[in-house]
């Protein structure tokens, strides 16, 4: 789809660029992705070596976020892009920023991890966390394969699944202030999972930024800040 939509140059070296990018930015989505799995497992599982592991890849996400963006900055003196290009670039350095946040919140989760190997577990084991964290990972994993495929269409459906997210975290939410009430002991414990959910929820909200960006390389429309009606009737036009 990515020749189809931005053709074939006179320069080859080019066209070489600007695969290499979008190449790039993929393997960057796969680390975001693996962090996040694994700082949700690390968590429920009361893994502290993986929950360490979390973290300390995460100098390597932000390291490919300073080569891919510094990539991009040297294609656009040296071949000064224009039209579908140059939107290319731009939704790259948008999407780096994102992957690289979506990092941060997965490293969040991890020491939340670590604060609760510490506490007692629950019976529950913390299935509310691991519910909403198998949300988000199949809304990131889609919204990278909306990108890899350039799918507008694929786009807005993961934009509405972020709704499903926000649901699901607000039941996390009350459900510990419901444990915080009724036995002060388990506030430290609730805190912990207060701001692991929030992590996860804001993984969701960086995944809809992305897919927004999908939208707008492919047709070539701004829909951040519109209404999800209006995004499909974008998406469903010839760009």
């Known amino acids: 789809m990515a020749d189809n939509l931005f053709g074939q140059h006179i320069s080859k070296q080019f066209d070489t660029e600007l695969e290499d990018i979008r190449t790039r930015v993929l393997a960057m989505g796969g680390l975001v992705e693996q962090q996040v799995a694994d700082a949700v497992s690390a968590l429920v599982g009361g893994n502290r070596e993986l929950a360490e592991t979390v973290i300390e890849r995460d100098h390597e996400v932000n390291a490919l976020e300073v080569a891919i963006d510094e990539e991009c900055t040297q294609v656009v003196a040296r071949r000064q892009p224009a039209a579908g290009d140059l939107r290319l670039i731009m939704a790259v350095i948008k999407t780096i920023t994102d992957l690289e946040r979506i990092g941060d919140q997965a490293e969040k989760v991890a020491r939340m991890g670590l604060h609760l190997a ?36 694929a786009a807005i459906t993961v934009t509405s699944e972020d709704e499903k997210v926000d649901a699901e975290y607000d039941g996390v939410m009350r459900q510990m202030v419901t444990f915080m009430m009724e036995d002060p002991r388990l506030i430290k414990r609730s805190l912990d999972v207060m701001w692991s959910a929030r992590a996860l929820e804001r993984i969701g909200d960086h995944s809809k930024n992305i897919c ?21 009737k974008v998406a469903r036009t010839e760009s």
């Open 118 to 153: 510490e506490r007692e577990r629950p019976k529950s084991q913390y299935i509310e966390i691991q519910h909403l964290g198998a949300r988000v990972q199949q809304m990131l994993h889609h919204t990278l394969d909306a990108f890899a495929r350039l799918d507008a269409e």
């Open 212 to 232: 927004e960006y999908v939208i707008y390389l492919v047709k070539g429309k701004d829909v951040r800040h519109i209404s999800l009606e209006q995004m499909k």
